[in-house]
């Protein structure tokens, strides 16, 4: 069953330090996202991408944050500089549609960062 | 402001007992209502989608059902397996792709 895969798993970096978190989503979908999850609340919305540019972004996805798909499998979440509130799992996810009734979004496994 | 929310946070059922997780909501237009299951450490896992009042799905030990205000995931004669946090999220008219708007799920612990 095809699937969204991330990497790293988990990853420690140090506050201010750059991170870069990767995915690989469903090969025949053609939007991607980004959710985030602190420990023990919601699951919150991130940012939007297709056709190569952001379709929606929430608050949170301020100017530390960026995305970008630099070849036709990957989907990457930068942030540039990292503060303690960062560490969360962030979640992937990708859809064949938008708009169609019959879409779905899955997630990939997750990509912990903890910043300390 | 839109928003989602669960009851009960937490649910501790016998196996075979059956019962029923809330889910409601107050959105400016509901476009899809989705529930995922999610395992400790995990990400989550999709189950359902609803887009109509009346709708309803269903999935071996599952059944999803919408109103106007609320859906209900019943759980049939539950299993161990059944273990896990249920997340209800809401998909709007307002917003151009899926932006999920999640609550804060259900924890399901099913003892054998």
């Known amino acids: 069953e095809p699937e969204v895969t991330q990497t790293p798993s988990h990853q420690v970096t140090q506050m201010g330090q750059e991170v870069i978190l990767r995915c690989v989503p469903i090969?025949?979908?053609?939007?991607f996202y980004w959710y985030r999850q602190i420990l023990g609340q919601k699951v919150e919305f991130l940012v939007s991408f297709y056709n190569n540019e952001i379709s929606e972004k929430s608050e949170i996805f301020d100017d530390q944050f960026s995305v970008e798909r630099p070849d036709g499998s990957n989907f990457t979440l930068k942030i540039r500089s990292t503060k303690l509130e960062d560490s969360a799992m962030y979640f992937c996810?990708?859809?064949?549609?938008?708009?169609?009734?019959?879409?779905?979004?899955?997630f990939g496994e997750g990509s912990r960062l903890t910043v300390l | 402001e839109d928003q989602v929310t669960q009851s009960p946070e937490a649910l501790r059922l016998q196996e075979g007992e059956s019962s029923s997780l809330n889910c409601s909501y107050t959105v400016s237009g509901l476009r899809g209502l989705f529930w995922y299951r999610q395992d400790p450490g995990k990400g989550p896992e999709f189950l359902f989608t609803?887009?109509?009042a009346g709708e309803e799905k269903e999935k071996e030990r599952l059944k999803a059902t919408l109103t106007k205000k609320e859906s209900f995931l019943h759980i049939t004669a539950p299993k161990p397996e059944d273990s896990a946090t249920y997340l209800c999220a809401v998909q709007t008219w307002m917003d151009s792709s899926y932006k999920l708007i999640f609550g804060s799920g259900t924890r399901l612990l099913v003892r054998p």
């Open positions: 609803l887009y109509s």
């Open positions: 090969s025949n979908h053609l939007y």
């Open positions: 996810a990708s859809s064949e549609s938008e708009t169609e009734n019959t879409g779905e979004l899955f």
